[in-house]
């Protein structure tokens, strides 16, 4: 070892020395290379040198100016020296060079803090001038990157200087962008739409969905998926194919209902543009409202909701539209066996303002009308409208303006005559949702985003009925519903490179409509005529204010560690009462190694409004009424845990499990029911808890000609209430409860012009009320005795002078008994050609392929057996959909 005093920095007469001694070493130079093993605690700089000298033949030379920070410690076993020495004067501001027999260190010079510039901007379709939502920016050198919003808008903060950032999207070719940033700086970058790309690898540590990202039971929905998914009647639907999700059932075959992780249907949030819907089922649940073509992406979080999102206990189903193309006039329409579609979309002033118009409709009415005679006449229909503008100010102004409107139409006209008795009804039965909202955004620096919305949602459903028998007229007008007016402010926050804080409020106003009757009576007796006039009315309107504020971070802790940590506060006011509610939400996400990444997440939610319903599919009588001073809101709490592979390319493995309890869940009292009469509601329904609880499987394929995924849910939701009340305080099966559930989904593309489709489904039996005995209740005639008994057979007793005998039954608890496993395969092909102007799709789909028997319901009925015609229970089941082809016709130009 070798020192020199030599003033500081003086480093031109320390390499002097050094090729003054250079001629008098030894030919046998070692190498840098060379394995080293060495152990050393709390070493100063100069044992350091000498156990190296000692071990490999060199020697150092160093001026006194290079020193320590800390002293040195290692443990290293036949390492290469190159690598000791870096392990060894990290952090400690030393370099180092190897000549042919000596190291020299150099004290380094402080670098010059490099000042951190923001830039942000907008990721568009290169020919549409669409948004891109999720689109992945990267940047190599320093290792960052992000996602685009809901509105295509980016940001992200990088070091002064040269820089490569790198844009890529699913379906999209990747682009590179270079540039020199010295100052914050907005861009828009447009990518060129390639759907030969197989795949795109998720570079981004801060996308919102997804195996990458911090939350967990967060899933896009591939658009493919929804379009291609072999459905009732050819029709694409958007929940239909959720439904194939892992922890999410379907209700009765063929319908469209969500049943999430064990809750009910009324406990998922549905969102249309961040909007919310009430109502988003067609043909009593066989349709969902969203039209394919108007929708642009779709989210479904089960596990760890965003802050942002609140009043729901299960799922948030978060729908996005389509901007509108600010270039090309393009569009399609597509004939199916039940409704026809209609899209156009284009430039009304080009690379500013934009639109999209979606239609739909069914035309069963119309195909029924030439076979209904002059006596009988009706039918239903029902068709979905979506429109939108869009307006670009600036890069850092837009404003939207979108509307939905969609009905469902069910009508009856009887009239019968003969010369002695006339009579004639005409029956209307209409409902559906009318959507309106206006949404600004604005950049108000590098790193604040902010999106305003005013919106506007109305629900209504009407039953008129006119009817005259001879000279009586009847008119009665049904009438009930829900009217939300709100508005929304959202920002977007990056302060630092590995924070993205989201904050924001929401204030809503509720008018809940329940159902009124109005009627009319006409009589005439004698030439005299009588008119009577009444209203019955379940409640009046009740109206109710609800708000919430918002907060979350989602942050690194390190390589290895990503969280996101929030909180949501509502307060809902209703009768002159306040409920609040703090809801915390917490994500972790921990990355072994880039294929190996285990997530934990704890989620509350709070539900301040109900579903009253006592139908297993969607009726438009169902009513939704809020809490009130005696109905508490309903509480959630969901722990859940899950790990995560993506070390084979193109296949993603996962598991996930979750715990959930509920508080103040309402099921109806025994004995009790609605039926489109919410009138002292509040005294037919109970509070009680609940669990939800399960473990959900899946492997998918994301990539290549096959793509698909198979999944596996064991799951289990019971309910409990007080000893005085429902099934006696016992615990009891919930009604969507099903313990298990596989899903098959397969897509391949046999050549460019077909691709085939296909998804089985499995799933263990619903639960149902059954009676196991059967009664009789005994009612004399005057002595004002009622006495009641109950017998396991069906024997009639002795039946007394003026005694009437009304049969009935006895269910032993609950939910008694679970229906039949239910199992369905779906096929479909699609068949593409390229046409001068377009393209045109012909689509032939199988429904319940093999022609499977799933019981959609069941009942008892009584069939009489000889000897003594005794009455003997059968079980009975009810199948809504055989086997049934389908097909389409689609064209694109």
């Not at 303006?401 to 039965?429: M, V």
């Not at 989620?603 to 301040?608: A, V």
Request: include cysteine.
């Amino acid at each position: 070892m070798i020192f020199f005093n030599f003033p500081k920095h003086s480093i031109k007469a320390c390499s002097l020395i050094l090729l003054l001694l250079i001629p008098f070493s030894v030919l046998h130079a070692q190498s840098p290379d060379m394995p080293v093993s060495l152990h050393l605690k709390e070493a100063t700089l100069k044992t350091f040198a000498a156990n190296i000298e000692k071990v490999s033949g060199y020697s150092f030379i160093y001026g006194e100016e290079v020193v320590l920070k800390r002293p040195i410690t290692l443990s290293i076993k036949k390492a290469s020296l190159q690598t000791v020495l870096k392990r060894a004067f990290a952090g400690q501001d030393i370099s180092f060079e190897f000549t042919s027999r000596h190291i020299l260190l150099r004290k380094e010079k402080p670098q010059p803090v490099k000042r951190r510039y923001t830039l942000n901007g907008y990721v568009l379709d290169s020919i549409s001038k669409e948004t891109l939502i999720g689109a992945n920016v990267y940047e190599k050198q320093n290792a960052m990157g992000t996602t685009t919003n809901p509105f295509g808008y980016f940001s992200i903060t990088l070091p002064e200087g040269n820089t490569k950032l790198n844009f890529s999207y699913i379906g999209y070719a990747s682009q590179q962008v270079d540039l020199h940033l010295c100052k914050d700086t907005l861009i828009t970058v447009c990518l060129p739409y390639d759907n030969q790309l197989e795949e795109i690898v998720i570079l981004s540590d801060k996308p919102e969905t997804g195996v990458h990202s911090s939350r967990m039971g967060a899933t896009t929905v591939p658009l493919d998926h929804i379009k291609n998914t072999p459905v009732l009647l050819s029709e694409s639907d958007v929940l239909k194919s959720i439904q194939l999700l892992p922890g999410v059932q379907g209700g009765i075959s063929g319908t469209s209902g969500l049943y999430v992780r064990g809750g009910g249907p009324d406990q998922n949030l549905y969102l249309l543009d961040g909007v919310p819907l009430y109502n988003v089922d067609h043909t009593l649940g066989f349709l969902s409202v969203f039209t394919p073509e108007a929708v642009k992406k779709v989210d479904l979080y089960k596990g760890s909701f965003p802050a942002r999102f609140g009043g729901r206990l299960s799922s948030v189903v978060d729908v996005r539209t389509n901007d509108g193309d600010m270039r090309h006039y393009h569009g399609s329409f597509t004939i199916g066996l039940l409704t026809s579609r209609f899209h156009f979309e284009g430039p009304i002033w080009k690379d500013r303002t934009s639109f999209i118009v979606s239609a739909r409709r069914s035309y069963f009415d119309l195909l029924m009308k030439p076979f209904l005679d002059d006596e009988a006449k009706g039918g239903y229909y029902l068709y979905d409208i979506n429109a939108k503008v869009n307006h670009r100010f600036s890069d850092r102004d837009r404003l939207f303006l979108s509307f939905y409107n969609g009905r469902d139409f069910l009508s009856f006209d009887n009239k019968y005559e003969d010369p002695n008795y006339t009579e004639k009804e005409k029956q209307t039965i209409h409902w559906g949702s009318t959507l309106g909202n206006i949404r600004w955004n604005h950049v108000w620096n590098s790193s604040l985003f902010n999106n305003t919305t005013l919106s506007y949602n109305r629900f209504r459903f009407r039953n008129n009925n006119d009817a005259s028998y001879m000279k009586e007229r009847y008119r009665s007008r049904y009438r009930s519903g829900i009217d939300d007016a709100g508005i929304t402010s959202d920002f977007d926050f990056h302060p630092v490179p590995s924070h993205f804080i989201k904050f924001g409020g929401k204030y809503l106003y509720h008018t809940f409509r329940p159902e009124v009757q109005h009627t009319i009576t006409h009589t005439e007796d004698k030439g005299e005529s009588k008119d009577e006039e009444f209203t019955i009315a379940g409640h009046e309107a009740v109206r109710a204010h609800e708000m919430s504020l918002y907060a979350e971070d989602d942050f690194n802790m390190g390589t290895c560690w990503k969280a996101n940590i929030g909180g949501h506060l509502s307060l809902f006011h209703v009768q002159k009462h306040t409920y609040t509610s703090i809801e915390p939400r917490l994500s972790l996400s921990y990355s072994a190694n880039p294929d190996w990444i285990f997530k934990t997440a704890y989620t509350h939610m709070t539900q301040y409004v109900h579903l009253l319903s006592s139908s297993a599919i969607s009726l438009p009588t169902d009513l939704w009424v809020p809490v009130t001073k005696n109905i508490r809101p309903m509480l959630a709490r969901q722990f859940s845990v899950g790990g995560y592979y993506s070390g084979i390319r193109g296949w993603e493995f996962s598991v996930e499990g979750y715990y959930k309890t509920l508080k103040n869940v309402l099921e109806y009292k025994d004995g009790s029911a609605l039926a489109g009469n919410s009138a002292n509601w509040e005294e037919k329904v109970e509070m009680g808890t609940g669990r939800n609880f399960g473990v959900e499987f899946m492997v998918e394929k994301k990539t290549g000609r096959t793509t698909g995924w198979i999944n596996y849910t064991l799951a289990k939701a019971d309910r409990k209430f007080s000893a005085e009340g429902i099934n006696g305080g016992k615990r009891f099966p919930y009604k969507y409860d099903r313990r298990h559930s596989v899903n098959v989904t397969v897509n391949h593309q046999l050549t460019q012009r077909i691709d085939l489709s296909a998804s089985w489904t499995f799933a263990s039996g619903n639960t149902a009320t059954l009676p196991k005995e059967q009664g009789t209740v005994i009612v004399p005639g005057s002595n004002g005795w009622l006495g009641s008994y109950y017998q396991t057979n069906t024997a009639t007793p002795g039946k007394g002078a003026n005694e009437s005998i009304f049969p009935t039954d006895y269910t032993s608890s609950r939910n008694n008994f679970r229906l039949p496993s239910s199992h369905q395969l779906n096929l479909g092909v699609n068949f593409h050609k390229k046409t001068k102007h377009g393209e045109r799709i012909w689509n032939v789909s199988l429904v319940n392929a093999y022609n499977a028997m799933n019981p959609n319901h069941v009942y008892i009925d009584y069939k009489t057996e000889t000897p003594g015609n005794q009455s003997v229970p059968v079980l009975k089941k009810l199948t809504l959909l055989p086997c049934l082809p389908s097909f389409s016709y689609t064209y694109k130009f």
